[in-house]
């Protein structure tokens, strides 16, 4: 069983940036490619970052390419994710997830894929 405890959300004007960082309880942090998902009030929860398990594979959705940056250390079992340029569509429960399929070798998680989740941390974007 691995435990992703997500902290780092919080309310920020649009352009702002924020920094969202996950822990994961496990002794075989590096078996699984981490990500994030969102989730917005009314929306069904979406990929947003992912990254394989050495940390050079890395895989964006389209709306958050060039504005999101995801990375992993492998030795504190943390992979964090930094936004830039918030907008107001990007506010939703963030979800840190960890999944020991393919995707550790290519970051591309998809949502049926994800082995554990976090309990989420909300961004909210003001305009």
């Known amino acids: 069983q691995v435990q992703l405890v997500e902290s780092g959300g919080g309310l920020v004007q649009t352009g702002g940036s924020l920094r969202l960082s996950c822990v994961a309880s496990?002794?075989?942090?590096?078996?699984?490619?981490m990500g994030w998902f969102r989730q917005a009030p009314g929306k069904e929860r979406e990929f947003v970052a992912g990254?394989?398990?050495?940390?050079?594979?890395?895989s964006y959705a389209d709306s958050v390419e060039g504005r999101f940056t995801i990375s992993r250390d492998n030795a504190k079992n943390t992979v964090d994710l930094q936004i830039n340029e918030l907008e107001p569509e990007d506010t939703a429960v963030y979800y840190c997830?960890?999944?020991?399929?393919?995707?550790?070798?290519?970051?591309?998680?998809?949502?049926?894929?994800?082995?554990?989740w976090g309990k989420g941390t909300l961004v909210t974007v003001s305009s």
């Open positions: 496990t002794r075989t942090f590096n078996s699984y490619a």
């Open positions: 990254i394989g398990w050495s940390g050079g594979a890395t």
């Open positions: 997830a960890a999944d020991a399929g393919a995707a550790r070798f290519t970051g591309r998680i998809s949502l049926y894929g994800v082995d554990y």
